[in-house]
């Protein structure tokens, strides 16, 4: 009874939203703040960025709601999708070049991993996982801080070309060999 129950109140929930009714987004609102704030500031976050991100990921999920985007397909799949947006958003600004220069790799990995409820990693997971990470570390650095930049700082082949002073083909390649050489490394370790 009491699923049938949250399940109702959850499509009340949502047809309110994409009625604008001011009250149920109020409640919404503050019902589902404390958790992300409690997400920011465990992660290197204020305060003030909880605020920001919560009200950019409060608004996506107002829009996509409203435009159809997104459909809950259960009782709480509101609140993991307002959860898992703002965790999205707070990953890029953790990316961004701002924080990236405080940012180590190993903590950026396990970054949610001991405070996310609703992760639940299977062990195997977690050792493929150990094992990349560990294969990265003894990667030869220049293939560490070639793949570093494309996938952590998330630059482009061309931005990377242009710090190294060499062709864009010449660092697809770099990239590629270095794929190739981390790959050894986990398979040898396998």
């Known amino acids: 009874m009491s699923q049938v129950y949250k399940i109702q109140h959850q499509l009340q929930l949502i047809n309110a939203i994409k009625d604008n009714d001011s009250l149920a987004l109020k409640e919404f609102y503050m019902a589902n703040y404390p958790k992300i704030e409690q997400?920011?500031?465990k992660n290197s976050g204020s305060k003030a960025h909880a605020?920001?991100?919560y009200q950019e990921a409060f608004i996506a999920v107002w829009n996509n709601l409203r435009t159809g985007r997104f459909a809950p397909e259960n009782d709480s799949?509101?609140?993991?999708?307002l959860y898992q947006i703002s965790k999205n958003k707070w990953l890029d600004v953790l990316r961004s070049k701002r924080f990236k220069s405080t940012q180590s790799l190993t903590e950026e990995r396990s970054l949610f991993l001991s405070q996310d409820e609703e992760t639940h990693e299977d062990p195997e997971e977690t050792k493929r996982l150990n094992l990349a990470m560990e294969a990265f570390k003894n990667l030869g650095e220049p293939c560490k801080s070639l793949l570093k930049t494309f996938y952590f700082e998330q630059k482009s082949?061309?931005?990377i070309a242009s710090e190294m002073a060499i062709e864009e083909s010449s660092v697809r390649n770099k990239k590629?060999?270095?794929m190739e050489k981390l790959r050894s490394i986990v398979l040898a370790s396998n």
Do not use: E, H, P, V
């Open 39 to 41: 997400l920011i500031l």
């Open 157 to 159: 082949l061309r931005d």
């Open 176 to 178: 590629y060999r270095c």
């Open 51 to 53: 605020k920001d991100i």
């Open 77 to 81: 799949a509101l609140q993991g999708y």
